[in-house]
């Protein structure tokens, strides 16, 4: 999934994620992209079996055991651990099985798709995020987006 106005339009009609893996480490790249998406409108949900809690936010041991619908299941695991997770997301009825920079698992894809959800692989949610609303550009970096028209920042719910 690389289409730019696909990436827009998932990051934003979908504005709850569980991020798997979550750490309560600051300096971990899970914990400063939940953050990142914190700061910008989105409800997070840690998902660690470590953890009571996480950035404030009750932390739960696996997908099955949150009580509210989740749209994105951000992946912050092993490639080879990824099938577990997608058949957790089809279950609570995600809509986005997303998996994060270095992460990519198509059986777990192949999987998921069947069953109707989204697959993003090998892409942060916090960068997508950045490069697509977030005004990256105006920090110099080439964000690969060519438009005469500024994005507009995912509507807040």
């Known amino acids: ?7 827009r339009r998932i990051l934003a009609d979908n504005r ?13 790249p899970s914990h400063f992209a939940a953050k990142y998406m914190l700061d910008h409108g989105y409800r997070v949900i840690p998902v660690n079996p470590s953890y009571q809690e996480v950035l404030g936010r009750k932390c739960y041991p696996t997908l099955r055991d949150i009580p509210e619908q989740v749209d994105i299941v951000d992946c912050f695991r092993k490639s080879a651990e990824i099938e577990p997770i997608a058949e957790d997301a089809i279950v609570v009825g995600a809509k986005v099985l997303w998996m994060q920079i270095g992460v990519i ?24 995020y950045a490069r697509l609303f977030g005004g990256l550009h105006w920090a110099g970096v080439n964000t690969g987006v060519i438009s005469a028209r500024r994005a507009q920042a995912a509507e807040r719910r």
């Open 16 to 28: 709850v994620i569980a991020m798997v893996g979550l750490s309560a480490h600051w300096y971990r």
């Open 105 to 128: 698992n198509e059986a777990a894809a192949e999987k998921a798709r069947k069953a109707g959800l989204e697959v993003v692989m090998n892409r942060c949610v916090k960068i997508e």
């Open 1 to 7: 999934m690389d289409d730019i106005s696909t990436l």
